[in-house]
């Protein structure tokens, strides 16, 4: 099981894992395909016994603000100031391996090398206690609340200090 650098070639391999784990959240492989072009560094594949088995999709973003889900950023912000996890998505073979919890450990490692105070993301699928685990908490903001329904009822902006 590892980790590896997210290439263009791995995008329809993607789009697949994604529309099994998300169905509910369906996104174009345009979107995926901008993430890694804009922010290379934030994306990662997941391999298990040589096979594709999850994704990680993350950049550098504005605290207090998501994406539209399935929307083109156009380019990162000239301004960031947190680190933002668009995507962390595993088929269920890699489900309690281990490799969520590697990942994450990854990309708090990036976010803090590169300045970053915090990390942020939309937690979705019954991920918040993943998440809290991971020292994210809840973030309650007022003008989150409308973008956030149209994810899911239960989604939930987290972020964490770094």
Known sequence: ????????????????????????????????????????????????????????????????????????????????????????????????TGAAAMIVGEILRHARLHGFKTISLVAVNGSLPFWHKHGFRVLDVPALREKLQSYEHSARYMSKLL
Do not use: C
């Open 1 to 96: 099981m590892h980790w590896r650098a997210l290439t263009t070639l791995d995008l329809p391999v993607v789009e697949a894992i994604a529309a099994k784990v998300h169905p509910d959240f369906p996104e174009d492989v345009a979107v995926f395909a901008e993430r890694q072009r804009l922010y290379p560094d934030g994306t990662r594949l997941l391999e298990l016994d040589g096979a594709p088995a999850g994704y990680l999709l993350s950049h550098p973003w504005r605290l207090g603000t998501v994406p539209e889900l399935n929307a083109l950023l156009g380019a990162i912000p000239p301004d960031p100031d947190t680190f933002y996890v668009h995507d962390l998505a595993l088929l269920n073979p890699a489900r309690g």
